[in-house]
């Protein structure tokens, strides 16, 4: 394995990933997240930045364990390989983990969308780069 381009598609997937979790986790649904306030950690009007820059940095490991796991999987040899993998990564772990969440907690519902779809984006632009520059 190439590890400069390997780390070269961890970091352009990781940027490109800010632009999707911002839209699918930020913006879609923004004012479902005020209809349960005391579900969130920070009260309206704090600062959040040192708590997405903490979730952008998990969200750089997440892409880097997608690469590596699309790699050892042997699913780069196509862009349909990717997607494959991409779609059976989120079936298997964001979309059970935020569908409890939703069930259990005090979530709304679309905010509940919003995440899946943002991972589902997630793994969907890194598999994408990594086929492309692996």
Known sequence: MN???FVLAVVASGVATMFTD???MGFLFHRKYSDTPDVW???PG???TSSVAASEALGVVSCAAFIFLCIWASALASMSGALRMAVIAWLAAPVPVI???AIWM???PLVGVG?????LARFVVTGLIAAWLL
């Open 3 to 5: 590890w400069t381009r």
């Open 22 to 24: 911002w839209f699918f």
């Open 41 to 43: 950690r920070l009260k």
């Open 46 to 48: 704090e600062s959040e």
């Open 99 to 101: 569908g409890m969440n």
């Open 106 to 108: 005090k979530l709304h």
């Open 115 to 119: 995440h899946a779809l943002g991972w």
